[in-house]
């Protein structure tokens, strides 16, 4: 199943996306791109979730609209409305269910000079619902969180995860193919001031080109992600180490490296099989 | 002046004179004509001899032209402007400016190679800028513009191309098939090319003035010498034969700018037109022939030097038709013989490929900066100087872009983003460092970007011409790319390539603290790599020369730039500035350095650097006190430093280049040179100190280092280039780039004298031990303890500080709490605990020293010379340690981290989460991948949660079994489980267990629920002693962050939806008990679960359920109490219970 996209392919798909309600957006863009891997379709999904919330969750969450979201709500709960409330209405205003809910929480738990309340507590509650005081309020809240795939303590907790879980995946890779290396960890320890996930003691070359440190990202490197990334992370590990390796695992966009010009960090989906190590005899 | 043309025209054997200068011993013949004034004249004869030269030709090199045809055509005014006129020609002091032409032939060779990239010099392509005339041999296709790029229809210029590579720049081609096959068309053509050069020869004797109505304008516009010619032949032998020996005996002052001179008399080309028209003044050198065979004869003498310039220049030479003519024995014979032996195996190998600076923990970690804001901050100030480097790369080619426009702004708020003495010095380093990362990447001078399309092909075989096309297609003449800074005037501070943006970097950041930093770190630079010991491989020695160069030109360059003017001071002015900077110390004190170099031998390494620093200094500088002392040493040197050919050579030609800058004080080159050794000190109070290498008489320089370290050497491949061009066209902009000569640096202070310290007899002992050694035997015992002392420190700093800090971060916790100042006293025992370990670590160390100094000592020595050795070591390495530990293991190492702990113990949340990776106490995990992932996990549960609830899909029993055993697996047997993730699936496997129960209790088996709770219970240990404080919250907010909430307005609204009550109410008590029973909820978390339930108003029937489940739980305490070996701890809590009971069973009652 192809993860590596070309931007023709990128594009299309971003624009039929558009056109897909919130909801199953995975199942049917499968059905329209079946050659893709279902986990770069939902990578793909998801951020473009991300982006979709960037542009809009500020507009969307206005003490006012707020107001309103709430106000619908507690009449919802008093005309004993279904359970779900909040999912409802999460389709309705174009937030996610757990971006709303944690609105809802925020205002319901707003002080008396109404300022919102300390931002522990609400993560707090978002982690562990049992601990709303207002059992509907728990509850709907809890339904949001089970429905949120992008937002929310639980899907924060998978990405993270994922991340780790590929991090830890490279370097056992890695140790596989006996390439010698220091990760995170270790560079943290010895104070270095930027740590990408693998720094090569030895260097390792890649399609005839030397790499000297590798990035794990578990996500899709789109144009927007991977310029961001070379902002805060990859130029500053080029600046520092020369030549590097990042991996998308969710798959890319062709071409990206493109933007790097003449600083030299290859793009991949997977660690390389063709690695060649240096020559240790003697 | 009399006095040489006595002696040229006389017939005294010019061996007294050679003699008489040598040495100054006067032979008879000589006494009489020079009077009484031997001595006096005997340091300004060489002087005297070249002003001689000079005007003796004057009157003929006014009449130079070097365009033959130029009457011919219509050239505008402004173009005349830039033609070169006799003022350029100056024999002193040469201008930077050379034209550079050298690339005449490779421009002929594209076009054998390959026709169709012809084009590019068509003139549909490029159309000339001026009417070019068609010249008989040339294809009605070619032109004839004003760019270099020649054809050849005259043949003179033809031979150059034999088998020859003369492109400007040290790297030949000639190894690859393309070149072979173009000597082998270029030999084929000989023949016939030589029987048109000697058809020409024939046409050009006979010089006539075409008229301009010409349309065969195949006329020479110039005399061509001829040597039947020639007049006073002696006459010029004897002036010839002076010349060279001066020459070639340093006595002149400016080796480079002499040979210059000669070769522009050898290239000199005037129109007899004017030639009719100007009377001349008899004198010796007053016709072109003259003027050519005196050129021609001395240059053939000076052997000595050609053997060290570039293949290129000697290709010239070979093929100059006029030294073809007048010393045929020369270039047809010598000069090919000089070229095939001159090797180009042992080149300079190919440049550094890295572009970054590297990180090195050594240098650029945590603990070498002061705070850890410092370090966050000079993060970011590397990346920025890093991102500003690379917009420049990418952009300051561009037309019209301006650095200070763009980067102005980023480099003034990078610079100075923390006025702070660590972060300057570190940018000053990093600043440093990508310098010469990027003076040793400078490429050679024709190649450049493009390596393929026809521009790349052009790019290889003239650069300069690619430029020039560039220019023309993308920037009209009035719209050249202002430089961000300097003016045209200042053309010594003049950076070439990619220094301008360091250059321009200094200038827009205007920060003197960091001018002040980068001074130091230039200094420390240069002080470090002129007592580098590793240049015993050519490469290496190449690489330190050209880092120092670049150094040096920088310090120089901050140094010099505030005296700068683009002005020529007035006197007055000049006296004042003087007055003003009399007692100005320099940042560099250069000359401890050359005498350092001169006496240890590596002058080879210091005189480079020395020149480029110098060559920056400003006319008031050179004239100052501190200076003269400076002059008068590398005056000294020049004459006197004995050194390997090459080497010799390379330093003589760069001072010969200094001394001929314009504002050179020029009456200290006629010093004697008694007088110079004063300045020099005492010769035998030279300390030998043998522990550097001696450089001086090593082969350690070739051309190609002497062309990269003395770049304006080109300019004499570029005259002969020039000429042979010319000769080939009408006419053209000569327009190029000029090769400036990298100003560099300075010099460090002498280190401080040391004072006579009283020393123990072992000291003593130790120093004559090694005294009596070989020097490599300090240096590796030297170098083992500091490699073995730095490799403990490390531990001590990575793994034995940490360890002992997490150690004692722990203790804190269970550290009484009526102890004063537990971080005061655990600092202390960390101090102790850290000296003892390392202290231990360093014998563990020492342990080692035998067998590495006996791996690296030489072979022969003793076994009690080894064995001193090695105690030494040991010492030496123990003493570092112990001097580190002194002056780190202080009790502020551990303070912050403690302090840190501290807090974080005040605010209670030192609640340990199991399956954290960093958790120091966990045992090491083997990781399973057949376990599932933990996101894997995750997202399993939350959709089994949304199903259970909204779908009401069914979970068996034997789900939850195998839910459970994966749960396991995933928490105890993977390694990339994080905290939060830990966090997570407890929350969701609670989360589960409790819908299970209240929507489909028939699938809770038995021991399902006993089973969780122990899992729960082993993953998810309570930390008994350490009560976590609730976080202050709002009034009825929050009772207690705890996962295992049963008894909740939430978890009874779930209750409430249940269709079997009964079951899902027993399951639920049923968990609550276990939960209290495993300790992973207390009573007391019970009541007020309890206590916030009935705040709220529930269904009757649904009260009673829950106080049915709330009496279980009492009645159960109640029984643990009476057990008599209960704990006692929640005895206490009794009371408020059964009085909540009461109230609470009245509530149900009603």
Redesign the interface.
Known sequence: MARVLNQTTYNSLLDSLCKLPFRNRVQSLQKLFPELSVDTLKCIVAQECQKRMKGSHGRLTTSETVEAMYKKFTNSILMNEEPGILLRLSDEVGLTPALLARSIIERHYQRDDKSKPAKLLVSTLMKNTALIDDRDLAFETYLCLLEDDEYGPIAEATKQSRGYEYEIYLRMELENCKVSFLHEDHLRMKGYDKTPDIKLEIPVAVDGQVINWIESKALFGDEEVHRGYLKDQLYSYWNRFGPGLVIYWFGYVEDLEKIHQNRIILIRDALPRNMVLMDQHL | MALILDLVSGDIALFHVFTWLDIGSVHQDLKELLKDESENIRYSFPQLLIAFIKEQTSSIVKLHNIHPYELHTVASPKRENLLPTVNNLSLSSPSPNFKNNGSCQETRKIRKITPQRLDLSSDSAFPSLQQSAQTREIPKKRRINPTQLIESPVTTRVPLQFGSCSRPSPPALGHNAFNQAQEQSCHKSLDQERALLKEKKHQITIPTISDLGSTAPKNWMCVEPDISFVTKLSQLDRLSALCSFCLSRNLVPSLFSEIQFLIQLLVLRVSPAKLKQTHLVQSLLDSVHNCVYFSAKTLEHLEGIWCHVDQSVLQQLMHNPRLLLFCPEWTNDKLPKLISSITNVDRIPPHKT??????Q?ET?????FASDSS??V??KQ??QF??AW?IW??NSSIPGWNMSIALQKMIQSLVDLRRDCVNYAHLARLFRSQLLNVAQLVKPINELEEPDGPLGQLQSSDPDKLRRLRDRLTNPPESRPARCVGTENDIKMHFEGDQEFFRDFILLAASPAFNEHLKNSLVSGIEDLSSSEDCDDRAQFAETVIALQVMAKFLGFLHFYPHASADHLPEHIFHHLSRLRISQREPIDLVSYIKDAFYKGRLVLVIPWVVTYLTLADPVSLCLPGFHSVLCHLIFVYRKAELAPANAFLIRILLGWLFSQSNFPLPLLAKPDDDLLIEFGNLSLATTDDQLPRLDQSRLVDSSLIHQCCPFLWSWKHLLAEFACSDAKNSGEKASVSRKITPVSAEENPSPVKAPAVKSLQKSLEENFFHNQPSSVKRTVEFVAERLASNVVRDVR?QII?RLVLHAQATLKTWPSTAKDPVESLCLQLCADVRNEAASAATSAIASIESTLTALLPNDLLPPVRRVCVSIASKLTQGKVLDWIQLHVTKSLFKNDLEVELAKLDKSCARRVPGSPTASDKPQVV?D?TTQ???FL??RL?TL??QV??DASKVSEQDLIDLLSNCEGTLHRR????P??S??LQ??TF?LLFIVCVFQPESIGSQTIIAWVAFWCKTYPSVDGVETEE?V??P??????C?W?VL???????LAQSTSPRESWNHVTTLLLQLMKSGLVRYKDVQEQAI?VVR?EWPQELLGRFATCVRDIVDWHRNQKSEPNLSTSESCDDDGLLSWLSWFCAQDDL
């Open positions: 890295v572009a970054n600076v590297a990180f923990t650029d970690n945590r603990f070498n370090f966050q000079f993060r590397r990346d890093c991102e690379q790369k990418v990575h940490p990781h991948p992932a933990p996101s995750i997202d939350k949660i949304r609830i909204r390694v990339d489980v994080t939060i993730v966090k997570c929350q969701l989360d976080p919250q709002p009825g907010a929050l009772i207690s962050t996962v909430q909740t307005p939430k978890q009874l609204l779930l916030a709220q």
